[in-house]
């Protein structure tokens, strides 16, 4: 096995042990990225030089012995949303192409304080806007299990990135299912945390209420890895919440027994592909013979979930994106104009895609005079509604299962032209945002040779619960990310 292909985790154990050093991990990623690049796309920018640089720091560190942080040598791929000072930060769009930002995200500045190595900045649908990394204005990503299907969105770059060996780990960012819904579709581990354990300062937003920083990973490991290196209190971000945060490594080594599991019945309906069905029951099972109490649950609000998510987030869609007017933000077309007006439209018109305009266009409809109480009111008191019906099941249950997709990795191409067909594959994902609860991916097998994940979704900040549960189905399943 390549350097390229063991999990943070292991690399970790073998920098310690001074049996590699974080230039050969880096040179590695950096080989498979030159060799997978021209068909994956995984990236927009390849941070080449920083990285070896970064690598020779680690390596330095290292030498000196003593207290060294567990991501220290680990190179980390970054969704291109994140802003990272002195590397371009795209948010893969024409309006953002040449932004530079002048300081780091949180979370960027944890991982570099735990030794992170940053390897680049990963494509993503534009403004996180999308569910297959085809709304890029910098070109589609492809998934490495089968080049001729998505990988996933709108986190689809790292996912691959991560699935194709391109990056060891990498960060992600979920409104509505963009960190799980890829995880799934490329095979490994993805983590959508509770809303406020992870700071939001310096993430571009596209649903402020929604939006959540969180790991993509080839092992559960590695997620509680990630996810103790980027949680915490931050007073830069009004959302983030100050809480203690445990040692999430901590919770991988207990087993099953006693786990109370709830299976929303709302979620096992028809439209889900039986093949996906079957997967999922069998982990169900799986978890049931390994010590788990399974019962069913309901979340009767479920149904209105995907309709109340796309109202919420587009009219914050509508309200962020308003400040890219190329004059605050934003490239300004190079014509002569008769006002301000004319090169605010054109600035937008040719600096945003299709889907971003369609969804500018819904929000601002939403929040506009006389549909405000009709439809954005009414969606925050369905969103009310969700809510408490995760917190009732809860009462009941540790944590609930479900799948992650209604539907195996799509061919590309298949859903662009049919939006609401691709609103739909969030289905079973938008639920935990609206909630602000925690949530994430696993691999639970294949059919054919595409994957299918499982859904663990938990009580706020109890994301203990979640690595718990994936920890021992991976561990007692033999289950781990694919190698491409």
Do not use: W
Request: proline share 5%; with cysteine; hydrophobic share 40%.
């Amino acid at each position: 096995m390549e350097l390229c292909d063991k999990s943070a985790y292991d690399l970790s154990r073998l920098l310690r042990k001074r049996e590699v050093s974080a230039r050969e991990i880096v040179e590695s990623v950096l080989l498979r990225i030159d060799e997978k690049e021209p068909l994956i796309h995984a990236y927009i920018t390849v941070t080449r030089d920083t990285a070896l640089a970064q690598a020779d720091r680690a390596d330095q560190l290292l030498a000196q012995g003593g207290d060294i942080a567990p991501l220290t040598g680990i190179p980390i791929a970054i969704k291109d949303l994140l802003c990272t000072r002195g590397i371009k930060t795209t948010c893969a769009s024409k309006i953002l192409a040449n932004y530079v930002p002048p300081y780091n995200a949180t979370v960027v500045d944890r991982l570099f304080q735990q030794g992170a190595i940053l390897v680049g900045k990963t494509n993503m649908d534009e403004f996180a806007m999308g569910s297959s990394t085809e709304n890029s204005a910098f070109g589609v990503t492809r998934n490495p299990v089968d080049p001729q299907r998505v990988p996933g969105g709108s986190s689809g770059g790292s996912a691959a990135g991560v699935a194709a060996g391109e990056a060891i780990a990498a960060i992600g960012s979920d409104t509505g299912g963009s960190i799980r819904q890829p995880a799934s579709f490329c095979g490994i581990v993805g983590m959508k945390p509770t809303y406020g354990r992870v700071s939001r300062y310096g993430l571009i937003a596209y649903a402020s209420s929604l939006d959540q920083v969180g790991p993509l990973c080839r092992s559960v490991e590695d997620c509680a890895l990630l996810l103790n290196a980027i949680s915490g209190h931050d007073r830069r971000d009004s959302t983030s919440v100050d809480t203690p945060c445990p040692d999430f490594l901590g919770s991988l080594d207990q087993d099953l027994n006693g786990v109370r599991i709830g299976l929303p019945k709302e979620y096992f309906v028809k439209g889900m592909d039986p093949a996906v069905k079957e997967k999922v029951m069998e982990a169900v099972s799986f978890l049931e013979r390994n010590g788990a109490h399974v019962q069913e649950i309901s979340l009767p609000h479920t149904p209105y979930a995907v309709g109340t998510y796309y109202l919420i987030a587009t009219a914050e869609a509508s309200s962020n994106l308003a400040r890219y007017d190329a004059v605050k933000y934003g490239v300004r077309p190079p014509d002569e104009f008769e006002d301000i007006i004319a090169m605010y439209q054109q600035a937008r018109s040719e600096g945003f895609g299709r889907e971003v305009q369609r969804r500018i266009m819904l929000g601002t409809y939403v929040l506009s005079a006389g549909y405000y109480d009709a439809y954005y009111v009414k969606a925050q008191k369905a969103r009310t509604l969700i809510r408490e019906d995760f917190s009732k099941a809860f009462e009941e249950v540790d944590c609930l299962v479900t799948p992650v997709s209604p539907c195996l990795p799509f061919n590309l191409g298949e859903k662009v032209a049919e939006p609401l067909q691709m609103y739909l594959v969030d289905i079973y994902t938008v639920s935990a945002n609206l909630a602000g609860v925690p949530a994430m991916s696993i691999n639970c097998g294949t059919v054919g040779n595409l994957p299918v994940g499982l859904q663990i979704i938990g009580k706020p900040f109890d994301e203990e619960m979640l690595l718990r549960v994936a920890h021992a189905y991976q561990r007692l399943s033999g289950g781990n990310a694919h190698g491409f």
